[in-house]
């Protein structure tokens, strides 16, 4: 393969080499940069979503990228830069089982340049972008690769034959009930195939068509946090994005035991997911109930107890709340967003105005969840409390948000690594659950 890291091998021709370099000769001479920039640290997110690179720096570089064909690579500029050992260990940090990733390449390129090439497995639509320092990041350079044809949660759960149940369910979803909610995707994605079974005629959609009441009610499991965002971490290293994936996972697996209940999760690993990717996933594959799962932290490790918060359109019912909404919602910050790349109709979930229909139904199954979790965890508050939290704002699924624990507190921090206590948690929320469903009905059923 010829190497993509030298200038002549990308087809440049001698000439054209030679014209450039006689108008250098007419431009003013520019000193070098007394110090080049300096990468603090390489991490790689592989997912099947996406995989995410970030290359952390102590300062603000500027990066060109252009994608090439035969065979599909990424190449990526960035200047300032000289070989240290930090860029060669992104070499290594490129797993086997990367989706998107086959090798990548290091040199450099020209003074003050190094090149990336990544060769693919797949062509992508590459996000490139640069974040500003925020909590104990510095610059980062964020490189995503998402694939060229948007991938659909509803598709990708048919195609996992560890779902049949649930692919069942929402295979017929998708052709009796084709879902509004657009497929979150990014600059350069095509959208993907209509989903469609030969077997089952597709019916044309109505808003005034009545939801089946005697499907499997499905729940979406939102575990926050993920990738370049820890979330809240305890004393003793525990990170909330472990615990909390741990306890989604635990909570699906008792959900998809009952007979007529199925559970879908926004992440399934560790990658991060922007906070209106999430609430767009639970309405496309559209659930009948949002639960967004978190281990609380505050700034004095004394606070303790579990809490459950539901959407409120008219402040925060306590100053602790708005500050716990505010922290929840600064995860795009931490975790990294392009804001510019992705689809508009993702972001305007942001501002849609929930229905009262919604918040009312959120109230009620808080409150069944809260007092099951009561039963195996002191309180933090004995009631359901309200803030703006981004990620409850589907507009037609009633959405809570659960704080399991202050993992900032070290006797809480050490109850949330014990797979015991975790099991506790799942088995309380699923009680709370099957409360709400057995005397309330699914708002999102409704016609």
């Not at 040199?107 to 797949?122: C, E, G, H, S, W």
């Not at 004394?302 to 500050?323: D, E, K, Y």
């Not at 600064?330 to 979930?349: E, F, P, R, Y």
Request: hydrophobic share 40%.
């Amino acid at each position: 393969m010829a190497d993509d890291t030298c200038p002549s091998r990308l087809g440049i021709s001698r000439r054209r080499l030679i014209a450039t370099a006689s108008t250098l000769f007419l431009l003013p001479v520019v000193p070098r940069l007394a110090m080049a920039g300096t990468i603090l640290a390489v991490r790689t997110w592989p997912a099947d979503e996406y995989t995410r690179v970030t290359l952390e720096m102590d300062s603000e570089l500027k990066a060109e990228h252009f994608t090439l064909e035969g065979p599909d690579r990424l190449v990526v500029d960035i200047q300032g830069l000289t070989m240290n050992r930090a860029i060669n260990d992104l070499v290594s940090k490129i797993k086997p089982n990367d989706p998107y990733i086959e090798s990548v390449r290091v040199a450099q390129n020209r003074p003050d340049v190094i090149r990336l090439v990544m060769d693919l497995k797949q062509p992508i639509a590459p996000q490139v972008f640069t974040l500003k320092p925020v909590g104990e990041y510095k610059y980062r350079l964020v490189l995503d690769l998402y694939p060229r044809v948007a991938q659909d949660p509803l598709l990708a759960i048919m195609n996992n034959q560890d779902s049949d149940p649930l692919a069942q369910v929402l295979e017929e979803l998708a052709q009796n009930n084709p879902s509004p909610a657009p497929i979150p995707s990014v600059e350069g994605q095509k959208l993907p195939p209509v989903v469609k079974s030969p077997n089952v005629p597709v019916k044309p959609p109505s808003v005034s068509q009545p939801r089946d009441e005697n499907r499997a009610i499905l729940v979406a499991l939102d575990p926050g946090h993920g990738g370049e965002d820890p979330g809240a971490i305890g004393r003793s290293g525990t990170r909330e994005k472990d615990i909390v994936l741990s306890i989604a996972r635990r909570l699906k697996k008792l959900i998809d035991a009952q007979p007529n209940m199925r559970a879908y999760l926004t992440r399934d690993n560790d990658y991060f997911v922007p906070l209106g990717v999430r609430v767009q996933k639970a309405r496309r594959v559209k659930a009948d109930l949002f639960i967004s799962i978190h281990a609380d932290a505050w700034i004095k490790p004394s606070a303790r107890g579990s809490s459950v918060f539901a959407l409120s359109q008219n402040g925060a019912t306590s100053s602790a709340a708005r500050w716990m909404a505010q922290r929840e919602n600064d995860a795009d910050l931490i975790g990294g967003i392009n804001l510019g790349s992705h689809n508009k109709q993702v972001a305007q979930v942001l501002l849609d105005l929930s229905t009262a229909a919604q918040i009312n139904d959120s109230m009620r199954v808080g409150d069944r969840i809260l007092s099951e979790i009561g039963k195996i965890n002191k309180l933090h508050k004995n009631r359901v409390e309200r803030a703006g939290f981004a990620v409850l704002k589907a507009p037609d699924i009633p959405s809570i948000l659960v704080e399991t624990a202050f993992i900032s507190n070290p006797q809480e921090e050490t109850l949330l690594r014990s797979p015991a206590h975790q099991d506790r948690i799942a088995r309380a929320m699923l009680s709370g659950i099957s409360d709400y469903f057995a005397t309330s009905p699914a708002l999102a059923r409704k016609a």
